[in-house]
């Protein structure tokens, strides 16, 4: 599995901005693909997970209603949309598969489930 993160920028706070993370090699009819994100001196955390043989999203709390999550099987990409950027949204992006999630299991969310990692995108978020 490979996976290519791109489309981070700089921009203001309250403008949108659009990742793509492209993934080769991945079973779109059975596994998952989550956004990371890690600010400088922070830990690494969830942002958004989707399903990709159903679409099942999931995301956290401090993006939820701003950022979206979606897929193109065909592509074999997945985006993440996000409005309503604020400062506290800088960090380096990241897409990782989760390729041992089973059909019946939500998104999940710890850094532990997801066995590939793209090479990170930065987003600068300026006040």
């Known amino acids: 599995v490979q996976l290519q993160a791109f489309g981070g920028g700089l921009v203001q706070a309250g403008d949108s901005l659009r990742l793509s993370c492209e993934a080769s090699?991945?079973?779109?009819?059975?596994?998952?693909l989550g956004w990371f994100r890690q600010a400088p001196g922070k830990e690494r955390e969830f942002v958004a997970g989707?399903?990709?043989?159903?679409?099942?999203?999931n995301y956290s709390p401090a993006v939820k209603g701003r950022f979206t999550i979606s897929r193109d099987n065909a592509k074999k990409m997945v985006f993440l949309q996000m409005d309503g950027l604020k400062p506290e949204d800088t960090a380096v992006y990241y897409c990782?598969?989760?390729?041992?999630?089973?059909?019946?299991?939500?998104?999940?969310?710890?850094?532990?489930?997801?066995?590939?990692w793209g090479q990170g995108t930065l987003v600068t978020v300026s006040s």
């Open positions: 990782a598969a989760d390729v041992r999630i089973i059909a019946s299991t939500p998104v999940r969310t710890h850094i532990s489930d997801y066995d590939h």
């Open positions: 090699r991945l079973t779109f009819s059975r596994h998952a």
């Open positions: 989707i399903k990709l043989n159903n679409g099942r999203t």
